[in-house]
């Protein structure tokens, strides 16, 4: 006999061996009886007939994604033509040969005086500075064109041609340059060119350059600074000596690889500037007067070190020209003002390097070359006038031979020529027309290039908006469509369609041409139609029209309530929130105000609640008020966007103190989550082995982590670095990094697979039933099954710790300390849904979407590009290693979205005893999935909408493409996570229960 007690609490009584039964099912040793079995089978079945859909309909998104970017990011086409001596650019050159040393990130204050300032990266480099007050050398702010990443920046550094967006994504995978730049011309004259540095130069001049001169170093790992560095002084000072090279190249990456580690503040930048000054010292002793040095940055960096954007910071950049034999053309002083940090100082873009390399080599302008060359090069006024010249017939040769540009500009070039001939033009009026014919050209340019695809972009819109219209029936109003039955409806009929869709858009291409649409393109559009017509099918034919409205409208009558309004509320103002650029800029505000308002509400409604126990209510108010607190503290964890300034001081350091808040969190995180297992008489068999003693050891490992991190590259500790040594530290980082990402995500996950549960069996021997002869009851036992109540959430929400650890491990110490709010604040809701009732209700996968979006930015996060922390992808290997830099980096950028969507199961399995129905459970968990699938679907739309509608906005490419780019990843990457992880672990938890406790 079975007697309940309460929801944690079950007892078998009977005379004998009453518990023999039990055991047996625990221990899981009999085989299943055929019910049983069956049952299984039909839990397996329906897995996978929900996964399939969800895969189906995550395809979709992808494809209307896909098109949505091709229509909207950037690209365009490169003319094939080679510019030749012939077309009448080449002059007799200036220099034999030259040095071009590229200081990676060498923003323009780095170079020059800062009377007053004690930072670590002022006053630090002044080589560049003393040498340009002479008449052999002059220093500029080198300006650049976003996207200011090294890639994009070397091609506008050797073509002359603008980037464009979409190449920005390629920073890390560079293909040969396919356009005219000056090292082709250099290799058409038979120049031998000398390289060190960036393995990035081979990947996009590897043809160029001398085999036996060419010594490329890995350039991604940015927390080794000093190997390229090293490798690159290495081959500089012999190579100078031996002059058996026209170029000679190096490419230092210290300076950029510090700000990226550490931030321009730290004092690494110090030593590597002064690393910096004394190369340049030594390499000015050793040239000859026939070479020209040339050093320059290729793009700055922001206060956080990182670049990318289009801040100040970002685009002004560092040029050097110095000849010990040849004078420059100063302008006036004035024009070379140092004041203010150099914000008034003379500015030249990065691209007129390119006409005035070419001319100074006596090399032909570059066929793609949009700049005009640099004034100060050129030794007089009128040999800076016939510079000019021939740049303008070379950019007039360019924009003639391409079609979108012929014909354009030609009154105003008539006239220049016009001015020019008739001679009643000085030579400083002559150069300022020229100049303003160029500038006019690459206006123009910068807004022809910048069409976009409104054809992509509407289809893409629309694939995006059908998908979005079928999550919203799928999850929420037609709940017959969630049936298992339905599940392979579904597929046949997607499948289907599919093959429909995909043969009509074949016979179309065939039969039609249609334009620029080639066949895959056709394919995609068929395919994602298809699909998206296999979906509604079933239904259409299932459902009539009146039964979908009426389904529809009794779901709003029934199951709207007060909390539905408002998780409605959060999603409309948060897809608002992309309407306006200011409102983007403050959106981790705006989230965070949202989860305020709703622990406030929890607050209230739990206090209001009537027929509730005094104590169950004192607690639920106290889930919801640390709720609050956590989510409060959490905003104050912040790493500000440039947009902000100077409203937000960014938080997100990484200091002594944030490292003892990880070693305190690493004890006390623990001790709170034992303390919610205890809540629901949990903390049995599995959990004290993964939370009491895994957790707090790994937590601990992580922090110890940090502290060798902080440790070695703090000058406080040098004196104990060099005792202990720094390959040491280095290989105890290592190894903590490597086992800690083991364990977590491969060793405890594979154990956690075998089916741990968080129960006890006690058993109670001698009992005594009240009114009953004893005689009868000789030797009867009693069994209770200790958490019982809560066998699925607590088994399961170990799961949600592994990938809890390795998040936090690839997160800096303060977004670790926000990670452990995050696990905090899903126990304290999950109390909260349960006292509410809200298990099934809207709002809960909404705040869970939203806590996503609160750590993202209180990990050091924002929408931008720079705010990518890829120093963290070589926490695990010293160089770039599929796939763990690649998994180091994901689990850092969406991280917080990953724990937060593998725990939207517990919401229907938290605090419930085994159910004989799992199949209705699962189907529960997938209402839950889909709703924050269609939460992310949502913005995520509402961020492509209005990306579109802004793409002519002067923000668009710094506030609102970033926003859209991060909006169709988390699609991409909720969709994936959900299907290979949440739904792996929702089935292995419903399996192994059902198998033991099924009824």
């Not at 393995?199 to 350059?209: C, G, M, Q, R, V």
């Not at 592994?802 to 491990?809: D, I, Q, S």
């Not at 002519?952 to 169709?968: D, E, N, Y």
Request: aromatic letters at 12%; hydrophobic letters at 45%; a neutral charge.
């Amino acid at each position: 006999m079975m007697e309940p007690l309460g929801n944690d609490l079950t007892k078998m009584r009977q005379p004998q061996s009453p518990i023999q039964p039990a055991l047996a099912k625990l221990a899981a040793t009999s085989a299943p009886p055929t019910r049983a079995r069956i049952r299984q089978q039909k839990l397996r079945y329906t897995f996978v007939g929900y996964i399939i859909v969800l895969i189906f309909l995550a395809i979709t998104q992808f494809i209307g994604l896909g098109f949505f970017a091709s229509g909207f990011l950037l690209s365009r086409k490169v003319l094939p033509d080679i510019a030749t001596c012939d077309d009448g650019s080449c002059v007799e050159p200036r220099f034999e040969r030259a040095v071009v040393l590229v200081v990676d990130a060498l923003r323009f204050d780095f170079a020059i005086p800062v009377p007053g300032s004690e930072m670590n990266y002022h006053n630090n480099f002044p080589v560049l500075y003393d040498l340009a007050q002479g008449d052999n050398g002059v220093l500029l702010k080198f300006v650049a064109d976003p996207p200011t990443t090294t890639l994009q920046r070397l091609k506008g550094l050797t073509t002359g041609s603008l980037p464009t967006i979409i190449d920005a994504g390629s920073n890390f995978n560079g293909d040969a340059i396919d356009e005219d730049n000056w090292l082709l011309q250099l290799h058409r004259k038979n120049k031998t060119i000398a390289f060190a540095g960036d393995d990035t130069w081979t990947a996009l001049f590897d043809e160029y350059i001398h085999p036996d001169m060419n010594f490329p170093y890995p350039s991604l790992n940015v927390w080794d600074l000093h190997t390229v560095d090293n490798g690159v002084i290495e081959h500089l000072y012999p190579s100078i000596k031996t002059r058996d090279w026209d170029i000679l190249i190096g490419h230092f990456l210290g300076v950029d690889h510090v700000g990226h580690r550490y931030g321009p503040k730290h004092y690494s930048m110090k030593e590597k500037l002064n690393q910096m000054n004394s190369v340049v010292e030594k390499v000015v002793e050793e040239l000859d007067d026939s070479t020209l040095l040339v050093i320059l940055g290729d793009h700055g960096m922001d206060y956080t070190g990182n670049h990318g954007g289009d801040s100040p910071d970002e685009l002004e950049s560092t040029l050097f020209m110095y000849s010990k034999s040849k004078s420059f053309l100063k302008k006036d002083d004035d024009a070379y003002n140092i004041s203010n940090e150099g914000k008034h100082y003379r500015a030249v873009n990065q691209i007129d390097l390119v006409p005035t390399m070419s001319l100074l080599l006596g090399l032909p302008i570059p066929f793609n070359n949009l700049g005009f060359p640099i004034d100060e090069a050129f030794a007089s006024m009128d040999s800076l006038l016939s510079a000019g010249n021939r740049t303008i017939e070379q950019i007039k040769r360019f924009r003639d031979l391409t079609p979108s540009l012929a014909n354009t500009l030609q009154g105003s070039y008539d006239t220049l020529v016009e001015n020019t001939l008739s001679g009643l033009y000085s030579n400083a009026d002559l150069l300022e027309e020229l100049k303003k014919f160029q500038y006019d050209s690459l206006e123009q340019c910068k807004t022809l290039w910048a069409r976009f695809d409104l054809r992509f972009i509407g289809i893409g819109i629309g694939i995006l908006f059908l998908s979005l219209t079928f999550m919203i029936t799928y999850a929420r109003s037609i709940p017959a469509v969630r049936v298992s039955t339905m599940s392979f409806e579904f597929i046949g009929s997607v499948v289907a369609m599919s093959i429909i869709g995909v043969v009509l858009s074949f016979s179309i291409y065939i039969v039609l041409k249609p334009g620029d649409f080639n066949f895959k393109i056709c394919l995609f559009i068929g395919a994602a139609l298809g699909m998206m017509i296999g979906f509604w099918a079933p239904i259409m034919d299932r459902f009539s029209v009146a039964y979908i409205w009426h389904s529809t409208i009794d779901f709003f009558l029934y199951n709207f309530n007060s909390w539905s309004f408002l998780g409605i509320v959060f999603v409309a103002f948060h897809c608002l929130v992309f309407a306006s650029n200011s409102y983007v800029v403050w959106e981790d505000k705006m989230v965070s105000l949202f989860l305020l308002s709703f622990g406030a509400s929890c607050v209230y409604a739990i206090a209001i609640k009537p027929n509730i126990p005094q104590k169950e209510r004192v607690l639920g108010i106290s889930h919801a008020l640390t709720f609050v607190i956590l989510t409060r503290l959490s905003s104050m964890i912040n790493a500000c966007r440039e947009e902000q300034r100077p409203y937000c001081s960014t938080t997100f350091t990484t200091s002594w103190w944030s490292i003892a808040l990880l070693h305190t969190m690493a004890y006390l995180l623990p001790s709170a989550i034992i303390a919610f297992y205890k809540l629901s008489d949990s903390y049995y068999s599995a959990a004290p082995l993964w939370i009491g003693t895994g957790l707090k050891f790994l937590l601990f490992m992580n922090a110890m982590y940090w502290s060798l991190e902080y440790i070695s590259h703090n000058e406080t500790f040098k004196a104990a670095n060099s005792v202990i040594g720094a390959p040491l530290i280095k290989s105890l980082k290592l190894a903590i990094a490597r086992l800690v990402l083991f364990v977590s995500l491969v060793l405890a996950n594979f154990s956690w697979s075998r089916g741990p549960l968080c129960v006890k069996l006690e058993i109670e021997e001698d009992i005594d039933v009240e009114g009953l002869d004893s005689d009868d009851y000789k030797n009867s036992k009693a069994a209770t099954i200790l958490g019982y109540g809560n066998v699925y959430g607590s088994s399961y929400f170990l799961l949600v710790l592994n990938f809890t650890v390795a998040v936090m491990l690839t997160t800096k110490p303060l977004g670790a300390l926000s990670i452990s709010f995050l696990i905090i604040q899903i126990l304290s809701l999950l109390e909260i849904v349960g006292t509410l009732s809200l298990r099934k209700n809207l709002i809960s996968p909404i705040i869970f979407g939203l806590l996503g979006y609160q750590h993202f930015f209180s990990t050091g996060h924002q929408a931008t590009i720079p705010s990518i922390q890829w120093e963290l992808g070589f926490m695990t290997t010293e160089t770039i290693v599929f796939p763990l830099t690649h998994i180091n980096i994901i689990l850092n950028t969406f991280g917080p979205f990953f724990i937060t969507a593998l725990s939207i199961p517990l919401l229907n399995i938290w605090r419930i005893s085994p159910s004989s129905k799992p199949i209705t459970v699962l189907s529960q968990i997938i209402t839950n999935l889909a709703t924050f699938i269609t939460y992310f679907l949502f913005t995520g739309l509402s961020s492509l909408i209005f990306a579109a509608h802004f793409r002519r906005h002067l923000m668009v490419w710094k506030i609102f493409a970033p926003r859209f780019m991060l909006s169709a990843m988390l699609i991409v990457a909720i969709n994936t996570f959900i299907i290979i992880v949440t739904l792996w672990g929702t089935r292995k938890t419903l399996g192994q229960v059902n198998r033991i406790f099924g009824k």
